[in-house]
């Protein structure tokens, strides 16, 4: 039968008999907490059977407390890989065997493979936010003074890394605490020595998360990226206040889902040009079938399922 449900860890310690009559095979998934949100299956399921692989990617809901064990039995099981989304891939970092330079640079990781019982982790949310913002606003990344809000999780770390690497004229980090910004600004500082921007504003700055602050930065700002979870529910209010925006910004929210963000709408109603991350997960997505199979992505199969 082709699965549809949430598992969970329990799930996985009887793992042998839950599966035994799914058909075709679980053999990649996304773990994270929420989870049903997520529109991972649908896009790689599409993938698979453009491919003709047979196997199938499910949802899996593990708690903050629960990655350790989930991750231990999925080196027993005929897994392929999983993705690791909110909140585990800083923890997840930590947990696997081999890190390539992609997961390595950002300290977290969103894509694992299976390899002779080992756990190889790789980040491809940061090329998959570069290509996203190439698609959404037809401009590279290298041109534009970005700010990250939420820049000490596993997805702005993986921005922020994405950003430096591209030499953009101007990065702006946000964090909710200042220290896991600031850790992170002198990280990247080496990227941002050359002057490029004309005028007295720093080429990379970590500031603190409160609105004077905020609208300082935005004046020399064209890039504005939610990174947090902030938007996930309806009820959430928007990362920085809506007064903040204006017309000439860009505004990339990470978050997706069927009703536009807090952020999205403020955006909207000053005329600024705006996305959600929906084809951040697609470029993401293919990143990691690529890694799992080592072949290219079928990604008009997985756009199609999407959108």
Same mark, same amino acid.
């Given at each position: 039968?082709?699965?549809?449900?949430?598992?969970?860890?329990?799930?996985?310690?009887?793992?042998?008999?839950? =599966?035994?009559?799914?058909?075709?095979?679980?053999?990649? +998934?996304? $773990?994270?907490?929420?989870? /049903?949100? &997520?529109?991972?299956p649908?896009?790689?399921?599409a993938?698979?059977?453009?491919?003709?692989?047979?196997?199938?990617?499910?949802?899996?809901?593990?708690?903050?407390?629960?990655?350790?064990?989930?991750?231990?039995?999925?080196?027993?099981?005929d897994?392929?890989?999983?993705?690791?989304?909110?909140?585990?891939k800083?923890?997840g970092? =930590?947990?696997?065997?081999?890190?390539?330079?992609?997961?390595?640079?950002?300290?977290?990781?969103?894509?694992?493979?299976?390899?002779d019982?080992?756990?190889?982790?790789?980040?491809?949310? +940061?090329?998959?936010? $570069?290509? /996203?913002?190439? &698609?959404?606003?037809?401009?590279?990344?290298r041109?534009?003074?970005?700010?990250? @809000?939420?820049?000490? +999780?596993?997805?702005?770390?993986?921005?922020a890394?994405?950003? =430096?690497?591209e030499?953009?004229?101007? $990065? @702006?980090?946000?964090?909710?605490?200042?220290?896991?910004?600031n850790?992170?600004?002198?990280?990247?500082?080496?990227?941002?020595?050359?002057?490029r921007?004309?005028?007295p504003? /720093?080429?990379?700055? /970590?500031?603190?998360?409160?609105?004077s602050? @905020?609208?300082?930065?935005?004046?020399?700002?064209? $890039?504005?990226?939610n990174?947090?979870?902030? +938007?996930m529910n309806?009820?959430?209010?928007?990362?920085?206040?809506?007064?903040?925006?204006?017309?000439?910004?860009?505004?990339?929210?990470?978050v997706?889902?069927? &009703?536009k963000? =807090?952020?999205?709408?403020?955006?909207?109603?000053?005329?600024?040009?705006?996305?959600?991350? @929906?084809?951040?997960?697609?470029?993401?997505?293919?990143?990691?079938?690529?890694?799992?199979?080592?072949?290219?992505?079928p990604i008009?199969?997985m756009?199609?399922a999407l959108?």
């Amino acid at each position: 039968m082709q699965s549809t449900q949430r598992y969970t860890l329990t799930d996985l310690e009887k793992w042998a008999e839950i =599966a035994r009559d799914i058909d075709p095979p679980i053999r990649l +998934g996304v $773990l994270g907490d929420p989870v /049903a949100h &997520s529109l991972s299956p649908e896009m790689h399921n599409a993938a698979l059977r453009a491919c003709e692989i047979d196997g199938q990617y499910a949802r899996f809901h593990i708690r903050a407390n629960e990655l350790r064990s989930a991750l231990r039995f999925l080196r027993d099981l005929d897994f392929v890989g999983v993705n690791l989304t909110v909140p585990h891939k800083i923890a997840g970092f =930590a947990q696997i065997d081999e890190a390539d330079e992609s997961a390595s640079r950002a300290g977290a990781v969103n894509t694992i493979r299976v390899r002779d019982r080992k756990l190889i982790g790789s980040n491809t949310d +940061g090329e998959g936010f $570069l290509r /996203a913002i190439r &698609s959404e606003f037809s401009v590279d990344v290298r041109d534009l003074r970005v700010m990250i @809000i939420g820049a000490g +999780g596993g997805t702005g770390r993986a921005i922020a890394w994405q950003c =430096a690497l591209e030499n953009c004229e101007r $990065l @702006i980090l946000i964090n909710r605490t200042l220290e896991k910004g600031n850790a992170l600004a002198e990280r990247l500082r080496p990227f941002f020595m050359e002057a490029r921007v004309l005028g007295p504003a /720093a080429r990379l700055e /970590a500031v603190a998360w409160e609105e004077s602050v @905020i609208r300082t930065q935005l004046a020399e700002t064209d $890039l504005i990226v939610n990174a947090t979870p902030l +938007g996930m529910n309806s009820s959430d209010p928007a990362p920085i206040p809506a007064r903040l925006l204006a017309p000439h910004h860009m505004v990339f929210d990470c978050v997706y889902g069927p &009703s536009k963000t =807090a952020l999205l709408r403020a955006a909207e109603q000053v005329g600024a040009r705006s996305a959600n991350g @929906i084809l951040m997960l697609l470029h993401q997505g293919a990143l990691s079938f690529s890694a799992w199979f080592d072949r290219d992505a079928p990604i008009d199969a997985m756009r199609k399922a999407l959108l």
